[in-house]
C-alpha cells in the first residue's frame, strides 16, 4: 500500500493525548474490575461474556479489513522492480529474525506455564491439533489455502485463502495498462474507500477494549484472585525482552556493521520520532517525523520513501514478534508442545497477517485474534493480554518506526549513496 498521501501529515499533540485517554480507560476498567471480582467473586464469571463479544466482533471486522489491505497494496503500489527486490530482502530478513527472538524466547522462558485461566481445547481438525508433537501434513496445509469459493475465506475467517483471493484479484487489477482502461483509475478510488472504511469500523471497535478489559478482569479476578497475573507479568517481560532485542541488537547491527554508520547518532536524530511513537502508539502517525528523522540523517529521499511511506506496511516486525510469543504463550496455557514445523507455520501466518495494518489501532492484538482463529485455538484469553498489551503496543510501534528508519539507512547504502556520517 503506498503510503505517500501521508508524507503531508503534520505532527499532531491530539493524537498523543487521545492515547493516553485510551490507556487511562484501560487502567480505570483494570482498576474498577480488580474491586468488582474481589467483592462478588466467583458471581462475576457472566462479566466475562463482555470479553467473548469484543473478541467475535474484533474477528468479524479484521477479515475485510485484512482483505482490503492485501489487496490495495498489491493493486496500487507503485515501486520499481529492483527497489522492491531490495526492500523485501532487507525486511524479509529483519522479519525472520523477529519471528525467531519471538519464538525462542516463548520456548527459552515458557511464559505461559506461570499462567491459570481454563481456556477451550484447540478444534480438533485444526492445524496446531495436527501439529502437536509432529510436522505438519503439507497436502493438507496447502489444501487449506485454496478456497472452494470467493466467498469461503469471509465465512470461515481462513487467513491463508483470504490472503491468496486478495493477491489473485490484486495483480488482475493492476494488469491491465492504465492508459487503456480509464476505468481502473475511476476504480481506484473505491478500493482506498473499502479499505478505510474497513479501518474506521476498527477503530470504533477499538474503543470498547475498556469494557472488555472491565468484564474479564472482574471474571478473573473472582474466580482466581491475584494467580493471573503472575503469568501476565511473564507474558510481559518476554515480550518486552523481545522488542528490545530486535531494535537493540538487529537493527544496531545493521546500522553499525553494514551501514557503518554511528548509533550514537542514529538516536540523537531519530530519538523524537521513536518517542512520538510510543506516546501516540501508531508507526503511521509518527510517519512526518520519521521522514524529517531521515532527512537529518542524510538518508536520500528515495530511500526514505520506499522505505517509510511504503514499506511500512511491511516493517512490522514488532508485530510479527509480538504475535509469534504470544501464539506460544497460548499455547503452552493449553499445555500444548508444538513441533518445529508447527513453529514455523506460526511465524508464516503472522508474517502473513502483519502486512498492511501497521498504522491500524491495536494492529497486533487485531492480528493475534485472526491468527489464533485460524490454527484453531479459542481467543478467549485474547481479552486478558489487553490488560497488558497497552504497554507492549507502544513498545511494538517503537520498533516498528525503528524498523522503518533502519531499513532507508541500508537502502541508501546498498544503493552506494554517501549519506552524513559515512
Given at each position: 500500500m503506498d503510503r505517500e498521501r501521508d508524507n503531508e501529515v503534520t505532527e499532531n499533540p491530539a493524537d498523543g493525548r487521545k492515547s493516553l485517554r485510551s490507556t487511562l480507560w484501560i487502567l480505570v476498567a483494570i482498576a474498577i474490575g480488580i474491586v468488582v471480582g474481589l467483592l462478588v467473586g466467583p458471581r462475576a464469571a457472566p462479566l466475562g461474556e463482555l470479553g467473548k463479544l469484543f473478541v467475535s466482533l474484533i474477528k468479524a471486522f479484521a477479515i475485510p479489513l485484512l482483505f482490503f489491505a492485501i489487496l490495495e497494496a498489491v493493486a496500487t503500489t507503485q515501486i520499481a522492480l529492483k527497489s522492491a527486490g531490495k526492500l523485501l530482502v532487507v525486511v524479509g530478513i529483519n522479519a525472520v529474525l523477529a519471528a525467531v527472538i519471538g519464538l525462542g524466547l516463548a520456548n527459552l522462558f515458557q511464559p505461559g506455564k506461570h499462567i491459570n485461566f481454563n481456556i477451550s481445547e484447540a478444534a480438533p481438525g485444526s492445524i496446531l491439533k495436527q501439529a502437536e508433537g509432529k510436522t505438519i501434513d503439507a497436502m493438507a496445509f496447502v489444501d487449506n489455502i485454496l478456497p472452494d469459493s470467493l466467498l469461503e475465506p469471509f465465512n470461515t475467517n481462513n487467513v491463508l485463502s483470504l490472503v491468496f483471493v486478495a493477491v489473485l484479484l490484486g495483480a488482475a487489477w493492476r494488469s491491465f495498462p492504465d492508459e487503456e482502461n480509464p476505468w481502473k483509475a475511476a476504480l481506484n478510488p473505491w478500493l482506498t474507500a473499502g479499505l478505510r472504511i474497513s479501518e474506521r469500523l476498527m477503530i470504533w471497535l477499538?474503543?470498547?477494549?475498556?469494557?472488555?478489559?472491565?468484564?474479564?478482569?472482574?471474571?478473573?479476578?473472582?474466580?482466581?484472585?491475584?494467580?493471573?497475573?503472575?503469568?501476565?507479568?511473564?507474558?510481559?517481560?518476554?515480550?518486552?525482552?523481545?522488542?528490545?532485542?530486535?531494535?537493540?541488537?538487529?537493527?544496531?547491527?545493521?546500522?553499525?556493521?553494514?551501514?557503518?554508520?554511528?548509533?550514537?547518532?542514529?538516536?540523537?536524530?531519530?530519538?523524537?520520532?521513536?518517542?512520538?511513537?510510543?506516546?501516540?502508539?501508531?508507526?503511521?502517525?509518527?510517519?512526518?517525523?520519521?521522514?524529517?528523522?531521515?532527512?537529518?540523517?542524510?538518508?536520500?529521499?528515495?530511500?526514505?520513501?520506499?522505505?517509510?511511506?511504503?514499506?511500512?506496511?511491511?516493517?512490522?516486525?514488532?508485530?510479527?514478534?509480538?504475535?509469534?510469543?504470544?501464539?506460544?504463550?497460548?499455547?503452552q496455557t493449553m499445555g500444548m508442545q508444538l513441533s518445529l514445523g508447527a513453529q514455523v507455520t506460526v511465524a508464516a501466518l503472522c508474517m502473513i497477517t502483519a502486512v498492511g495494518i501497521a498504522g491500524v489501532p491495536e494492529a497486533g492484538i487485531i492480528s493475534l485474534a485472526i491468527i489464533?482463529?485460524?490454527?484453531?485455538?479459542?481467543?478467549?484469553?485474547?481479552?486478558?493480554?489487553?490488560?497488558?498489551?497497552?504497554?507492549?503496543?507502544?513498545?511494538?510501534?517503537?520498533?516498528?518506526?525503528?524498523?522503518?528508519?533502519?531499513?532507508?539507512?541500508?537502502?541508501?547504502?546498498?544503493?552506494?549513496?554517501?549519506?552524513?556520517?559515512?
Open positions: 477499538v474503543k470498547l477494549t475498556p469494557l472488555a478489559v472491565f468484564g474479564v478482569i472482574a471474571k478473573v479476578v473472582g474466580e482466581n484472585g491475584f494467580r493471573t497475573f503472575q503469568g501476565l507479568l511473564a507474558y510481559l517481560g518476554v515480550g518486552a525482552l523481545g522488542l528490545a532485542l530486535q531494535v537493540l541488537v538487529v537493527y544496531h547491527f545493521w546500522i553499525a556493521i553494514v551501514c557503518r554508520r554511528s548509533i550514537v547518532q542514529f538516536w540523537k536524530e531519530s530519538g523524537n520520532a521513536v518517542l512520538f511513537s510510543f506516546g501516540v502508539n501508531s508507526s503511521l502517525a509518527t510517519l512526518p517525523l520519521t521522514l524529517k528523522a531521515l532527512d537529518r540523517l542524510g538518508v536520500s529521499k528515495e530511500s526514505s520513501r520506499l522505505s517509510a511511506c511504503i514499506g511500512t506496511n511491511l516493517n512490522n516486525d514488532g508485530i510479527l514478534l509480538y504475535e509469534a510469543m504470544a501464539v506460544l504463550f497460548v499455547a489464533l482463529t485460524n490454527l484453531g485455538i479459542p481467543a478467549e484469553i485474547l481479552p486478558i493480554l489487553l490488560t497488558v498489551d497497552w504497554i507492549l503496543a507502544r513498545l511494538r510501534s517503537v520498533t516498528n518506526v525503528s524498523a522503518d528508519i533502519t531499513t532507508a539507512m541500508i537502502l541508501d547504502r546498498f544503493a552506494g549513496k554517501k549519506t552524513v556520517g559515512t
